[in-house]
């Protein structure tokens, strides 16, 4: 999730007249958390759903809804204006088909706030943006820009000068040599044409998805910024816009509008949408009883307007919270306006019978026996390696089950028996007395339409003196006292196990499982200095009571 | 009170009682015992109060490099006066015989009046018999001295010199008998044991401490009124992400963060209604392309919501409290914080009662039994809950907040494609993090590490 570092003096200035104190306490209850803390700045980590919270100046408007100091929803002003027009050709219906945008002039931009600008593009980048895929940003200086714009493609031989460049680059140039055009130049895929936005002197302003020219940079100097957001999703950019507009409003800026026409563009609308939930619905499931007075204070602090028409309570919506889906989401509104710190925790008494599972039951009988008879429980991780798994004990490792892009090379392989691993932890163990015996139960994983679950059981059993009969009478007793079965066991050759001193284990004639003196090259490849001799056996299928 | 003893303490009590007072080396020629049994035998009768050791330290004195080269050859400032008794000689003649030495010897015998120079020549004045230091040397050469058998003011000449004297200090022990061990009968009662004396540790064989937490977490849950479910660990992408509403292009579905399982995939993942009104909720909602295809994606589990959003989609109770203990999976780095497998509770509440405050009022009475009374709510976001929220409880150890479990009642975007239609209460959380301030662990992967010392030595109840 993003984090954001805010400058208290900043944020004390945009909020009002609140304390540092107060400041630090309010974050988390407006869904914040706070990762780490000193005199001047306070970092927090924010939720994907709530892009505008990407700059100070999203948090301060949510702040000063808490703390009272300003409530209600936040209106943009745009001012109608016909000198700003961008013309889209249909060549690019096909590539990234929208553009939008919004001028905002008037502003100031000091070191600070060009800061919060790029760290506000960047997240929404990353998060509604998808990484460019679905929308992207491009802020840019109007004052280096001739209206009115075209957005059209062009070939991946077009050249300009890319911002951060001080010489002209062709598109390929840019994507194979830039390091925006490395880790987004892919998002174009092979296609000879590139999306392009073009000013009427056919000065380059910016290629979306992966930069801006030069020309347009935006310094502290800059006082007027064109805005323009493209995307493969027309709604989706709109979305952008409207945090991106509504941040620049709060910075100071007047907004006026720009005129989008051609290949099924439209202007930005950017408005407000009305939804209504019931209050019935807000006091049951928030267990409160509130009046729709109540509700309506609530809702402003959450920076939402709303009336009440009956019990009805109509909320208008601002077009950068579109988080909010339906009238559940009006309901959290109106929670984090009451006030989580607010909420008296309750207990109804319950109206059922509560039941441990059987298999839990069972398996919990056979960790007992397994006690008994003087074993220690080990645990170890369902995703395992090959390493363990397979070479370390010599298994065929033709049907694994392995996961994609493992960060950890220890776990990469579902573990299809669990023995392996304990053989493992004896050798991470051979400076701890003997005898060393452990036991495991879990699930173990097979390939079958797509995948079956299973759950074993393992038994380790190492010293000096370890051998067939011990581990036998183990399984023998385990099962009689666990499950009241018998059991056969008959020879078998298995590669994890010696020649001669392994056998399958027999329930109702079919073999459930393994037992044996373990082979000495694997104890050799461990280098543990005993005999090892163990069992694993299946339970689910005959053994465990169908659950 | 009569006492048992060991035949070691036996043996040197009876040793002592002839020769009272011991080094422990007389005490193993007279007692014939090693020297390990004389240090323990030592040992336990000075717990019993019955011996005495009195540890006195002395020094002994030898010679360094420099004092044997003049043992061997005398001193610098002897050998100098030596060089002149037969007439005066010039200075770079004696530079050259006596080499480094010649600069000391010099100093010494001028300051002593020993010797005249002029110009260029070194004349003897007179010679003593006896220099200072010369005894001492002569006494320390011939055999290591302890420090009190020496002259002081002489041996303080050769102190002063470097790498002349070396001097060691070493301990000495002197064993005697107690006055009441003196008149001790130490034959003992017949077929008497040492009942005092340590025994060899055994290991109790015993759950795992992991599982240990889980069953008492299992436990508080039924207690509430709660049945346990299970499910699969490998689930397919619909159940894990698209029934819970989140967007196939959304980060959590990536293969940096969920373990996608190689070339498989599910077959059937749901009803056809299912599928089609889950999707239908994503088109709506999430405008874009749902694809069938990504939802078949096998993945390990990365929460156990899967296991109870099938579960209602299936049963669609009006009234339930179910609950769910299992292993989940995250694609992280392994570290002192980070599995990427863990144990998860994940609990549910169907009813009408299901409401924001009950739901903490859950959280509280369950942290209540687990022992921790201070915690606080604060909001949070999941794509699947709403309104959300997380715990936030205080480790008094620690002295810090830290975040358990989180909660929320699940969207209706999840509840109504599947049918189901009264509200639900939802929450869950990793079971290692409680374990972890029960055990007063700070590396939760000492869980899995199975290091019998650690599994061997961990008190039940804590």
């Known amino acids: 999730m993003p984090v954001i570092t805010l400058d208290y003096s900043r944020l004390q200035k945009l909020v009002g007249k609140v304390s540092k104190k107060q400041i630090s306490e309010s974050l988390p209850f407006l869904g914040l958390d706070v990762e780490s803390e000193d005199e001047k700045c306070i970092r927090v980590e924010y939720s994907p759903n709530r892009p505008d919270y990407s700059t100070d100046f999203g948090i301060a408007l949510g702040l000063q809804g808490l703390f009272g100091i300003k409530t209600g929803g936040i209106k943009l002003k745009i001012k109608k204006s016909t000198q700003y027009k961008i013309n889209v050709t249909p060549s690019i219906s096909k590539i990234r088909p929208y553009v939008t945008g919004i001028i905002a002039k008037n502003g100031k931009i000091n070191g600070d706030i060009l800061e919060q600008l790029i760290q506000m593009q960047e997240d929404l980048h990353m998060g509604i943006g998808r990484k460019r895929k679905k929308s992207s940003i491009g802020i840019h200086d109007l004052n280096k820009i001739s209206f009115p714009l075209l957005y059209t493609t062009t070939t991946r031989n077009h050249k300009f000068i890319p911002l951060n460049s001080e010489k002209e680059l062709s598109i390929s140039e840019i994507i194979s040599d830039t390091e925006t055009g490395k880790d987004y130049g892919n998002l174009l895929g092979q296609s000879s044409q590139v999306p392009i936005i073009i000013d009427s002197n056919k000065k380059t302003v910016s290629f979306p998805p992966i930069i801006n020219a030069a020309i347009t940079t935006v310094t502290t100097k800059t006082k007027n910024l064109f805005v323009e957001v493209t995307g493969i999703n027309k709604d989706d950019a709109e979305d952008m816009l409207s945090v991106v507009a509504t941040i620049l409003q709060s910075a100071g800026f007047t907004l006026e509008n720009i005129q989008i026409s051609g290949a099924k563009n439209s202007s930005p609308k950017l408005q407000e949408k009305k939804m209504s939930v019931d209050s019935s619905l807000i006091n049951q499931t928030l267990g409160l009883n509130l009046n729709t007075s109540k509700i309506i204070a609530s809702l402003k602090k959450s920076r939402l307007d709303a009336v009440s028409i009956g019990k ?17 989401d009006l309901v959290e509104e109106v929670a984090l306006g009451y006030g989580i710190q607010n909420f008296e925790p309750t207990i109804s008494p319950s109206q059922t019978i509560g039941q441990t599972n059987t298999l839990s039951l069972q398996l919990k009988s056979l960790d007992q026996t397994m006690i008994g008879l003087g074993f220690l429980e080990a645990l170890n991780s369902s995703l395992s390696s090959k390493r363990v798994l397979y070479d370390m004990t010599n298994r065929d490792s033709k049907k694994i089950i392995s996961v994609l892009d493992s960060k950890s090379q220890e776990h990469t392989i579902l573990r299809d028996c669990i023995f392996p691993g304990l053989i493992e932890n004896l050798s991470r163990n051979i400076h701890e007395s003997y005898p060393q015996k452990i036991f495991e139960t879990g699930s173990i994983f097979n390939l079958d339409n797509p995948i079956s679950e299973k759950t074993n059981l393992a038994v380790i059993s190492a010293h000096k003196d370890a051998n067939f009969t011990e581990i036998k009478s183990v399984l023998q007793t385990a099962l009689k006292i666990g499950f009241g079965i018998q059991i056969e066991t008959k020879t078998a050759i298995n590669p994890s196990f010696k020649n001669g001193h392994c056998a399958n284990i027999i329930f109702n004639k079919n073999i459930v499982g393994i037992i044996g003196e373990i082979d000495s090259k694997i104890i050799d490849n461990y280098k543990i200095r005993v005999p090892v001799v163990g069992f694993e056996i299946s339970l689910s299928d005959s053994i465990l009571k169908s659950i | 009170m009569s006492q048992v003893f060991h035949d070691i303490e036996k043996k040197i009590i009876n040793s002592l009682k002839k020769n009272p007072i011991q080094t422990p080396e007389t005490l193993e020629k007279s007692t014939q015992l090693l020297p390990d049994q004389i240090r323990r035998g030592i040992e336990w009768l000075k717990l019993k109060n019955l011996a005495i050791v009195d540890e006195s330290k002395s020094s002994t004195l030898s ?11 005398g001193l610098p400032e002897r050998r100098l006066l030596n060089l002149l008794t037969n007439g005066p000689r010039k200075l770079s003649d004696l530079q050259k015989e006596l080499g480094f030495v010649f600069g000391p010897a010099m100093g010494l015998s001028r300051k002593n009046n020993w010797i005249e120079t002029s110009t260029d020549e070194i004349i003897l004045k007179t010679i003593p018999s006896i220099l200072p230091g010369e005894k001492t040397l002569q006494q320390i050469g011939s055999g290591n001295l302890s420090k009190d058998q020496i002259d002081k003011i002489d041996l303080s000449e050769l102190l002063k010199r470097p790498d002349f004297i070396l001097e060691n200090i070493m301990t000495s022990k002197k064993i005697s008998l107690t006055d009441s061990a003196k008149s001790m009968d130490v034959s003992n009662i017949s077929g008497a044991i040492d009942v005092e004396a340590n025994v060899p540790e055994l290991f109790v064989a015993r759950t795992h401490p992991l599982k240990d937490t889980i069953d008492e977490i299992r436990e508080i849950f039924v207690t509430l009124g709660f049945s346990e479910i299970f499910g699969n660990m490998t689930q397919s992408s619909f159940w894990n992400f698209d029934a819970l509403f989140t967007p196939q292009d959304h980060p959590a579905r990536e293969l940096q963060d969920t373990f996608f399982l190689d070339g498989v995939s599910a077959k059937k993942i749901g009803t056809a ?19 069938i295809n990504e939802a078949r994606k096998m993945v390990l589990r990365t929460h156990t919501t899967c296991v109870t959003i099938k579960h209602l989609a299936e049963k669609k109770p009006d009234e339930a409290r179910i609950f769910s203990l299992g292993r989940v999976f995250r694609n992280e780095k392994v570290s002192y914080k980070h599995l990427v497998e863990f144990n998860q509770i994940e609990g549910i509440v169907v009813g009408k009662d299901a409401n924001l405050r009950n739901l903490m009022g859950i959280q509280r009475e369950f942290y209540k039994r687990i022992g921790i009374t201070k915690i606080k709510f604060w909001p949070t976001f999941f794509p699947y809950t ?25 969207r209706p975007e999840v509840t109504k494609p599947l049918g189901i239609t009264k509200p639900v209460l939802a929450w869950g959380g990793g079971i290692e993090r409680i374990a972890m301030l029960k055990y007063g662990l700070t590396d939760v992967r000492e869980f899995y590490n199975n290091d019998l010392g650690w599994l061997r030595s961990n008190t039940k109840c804590q």
Not at chain 2, 63 to 73: I, P
């Open chain 1, 312 to 328: 009805n309570i109509v909320c208008t919506i601002p077009a950068y919270r579109f988080d909010i889906f339906g009238p559940m």
């Open chain 2, 63 to 73: 010679l360094g490099k420099n004092g044997v080269d003049s043992f061997e050859k």
């Open chain 2, 273 to 291: 209604e299912q599928i089609r009104k889950v999707s239908d909720s994503h088109k709506k909602n999430w405008r874009y392309q749902w694809d």
């Open chain 2, 386 to 410: 709403e309104p959300s929220l997380q715990t936030m409880v205080y480790n008094e150890k620690l002295g810090k907040w830290i975040e358990l479990f989180g909660m929320g009642i699940f």
